[in-house]
């Protein structure tokens, strides 16, 4: 397939008949599997590098790295959760006003974390970082698989490499919930583009279980179903495609609810719950006062490259949709959304890089325009950019000290 050649989303599929579907179906999977097998080495070597290189300047300093990867700022939360539950509120140390509590971090991580601790005789440490580092793994297969669909597999291994040497591209490797949430994203959008409304669906109420921002994966499964229903007549009789769209949400909308009421503060008690934290959506306007800040005053190095990081995913998101031909709403719908949140979200300044890592989609102009060019080209913005993730990486862990 060429890289000028976008696929439309297609109606479902109608089931197989014979009894040899699931064969079928394995052998598909190897078979995407050994051509992802490239992109996916690649992506390994780019990650085990980078902990390679956080751990080797850790230990020089005396810190442990599967402490600073695995038990770090919202690690400790998730770790929390998993051994104990929900319920734990205390009030900041340094802030006025400001309460933490549990509720703000969404269940399906500290879930898988502790069945994990619970079947194997893994620490609950180990066992967040087991199911971050394969969740990553998933999720570069899936941003591969959607790359090869749309633009073909040197664009797609591109798209899978640039991901995984993103300037903040450690976090990939941390007990975190963004590698969770962007294998599940990604694998939904390669549903809907496949005609698979229900496993959209399914895979979207999973990921809505799993961030605050996953509401970006059920607004692009509704978006393009809503779009389908509209122009095929014969997917308005497919109960999949109505099943689908009514369970892209439900993983979201449940959890909210169900923390508000566990708040005490009602179905929408969540978001008392995220401003108690600090955190709430105010179309920019703090992000915009913190970069004022930046300009007129000096800070660590990390909110710069933040700002940074910001303003190049802004101009990512204006290429990909001017990209021509245009790609498909499911994909445009994802990325406007989690960049909205991101950047009109309040506080936490230097977590945004973090809240834009599922947004992948703002990487396919960039795979695109290395994809035509000259090999010497994507091997030296390929290196600096792996080289200044490495270096960032270490930095992050280990110097900066501040919460990401």
């Not at 169900?258 to 108690?276: I, M, N």
């Not at 490259?305 to 499911?330: D, G, M, Q, S």
């Not at 030296?380 to 792996?386: F, I, P, R, S």
Request: glycine share 8%; net charge positive; aromatic share 12%.
């Amino acid at each position: 397939m060429s890289a000028d050649t976008a696929v439309p989303v297609r109606a479902p599929e109608p089931r197989p008949a014979s009894g040899n579907a699931r064969v079928r179906l394995v052998e598909r999977g190897r078979e995407a599997l050994r051509r992802a097998a490239p992109a996916l080495a690649f992506y390994a070597a780019a990650r085990l590098t980078g902990m390679a290189t956080m751990a080797a300047w850790a230990w020089w300093i005396g810190r442990h790295p599967r402490t600073l990867l695995g038990h770090s700022w919202d690690g400790i939360w998730y770790a929390g959760i998993a051994r104990h539950g929900y319920g734990l509120v205390l009030p900041s140390p340094t802030t006025r006003g400001v309460v933490f509590n549990d509720l703000a971090f969404f269940p399906l991580f500290p879930g898988l974390v502790r069945a994990v601790s619970t079947v194997t005789p893994l620490t609950v440490v180990s066992s967040g970082l087991l199911v971050a580092w394969l969740s990553a793994g998933v999720a570069a297969w899936g941003i591969y698989a959607l790359g090869e669909r749309l633009y073909g597999r040197k664009a797609a291994t591109l798209l899978v490499v640039l991901w995984g040497v993103l300037p903040h591209a450690i976090v990939q490797s941390m007990a975190y919930t963004e590698p969770l949430m962007t294998a599940l994203a990604a694998w939904s959008l390669f549903a809907v583009l496949t005609g698979r409304p229900l496993w959209a669906g399914v895979l979207s109420l999973l990921a809505g279980l799993s961030r605050p921002n996953a509401i970006a994966v059920a607004a692009a499964v509704v978006c393009s179903s809503a779009l389908l229903l509209r122009r095929d007549a014969a997917a308005r009789a497919d109960w999949r495609v109505w099943a689908g769209a009514a369970l892209a949400p439900v993983g979201w909308t449940g959890y909210v609810a169900w923390a508000g009421f566990r708040s005490g503060d009602g179905p929408f008690g969540y978001f008392e719950v995220q401003r108690l934290w600090g955190s709430r959506f105010d179309f920019g306007k703090d992000a915009l006062r913190f970069v004022r800040h930046l300009i007129i005053g000096r800070d660590a190095m990390a909110y710069y490259l933040t700002v940074a990081v910001i303003a190049v995913a802004l101009v990512a998101l204006a290429f990909l949709v001017l990209e021509r031909p245009r790609p498909p709403a499911a994909l445009l719908v994802y990325a406007v959304v989690l960049v909205v949140i991101a950047v009109g979200g309040s506080s936490y300044f230097a977590s945004k890089p973090r809240f834009l890592m599922p947004a992948f989609p703002l990487l396919v102009p960039v795979a695109l325009a290395l994809a035509k060019a000259r090999p010497r080209t994507v091997l030296l913005v390929v290196g600096a950019l792996a080289a200044l993730s490495f270096f960032y990486g270490t930095y992050l862990l280990t110097v900066a000290r501040m919460p990401m």
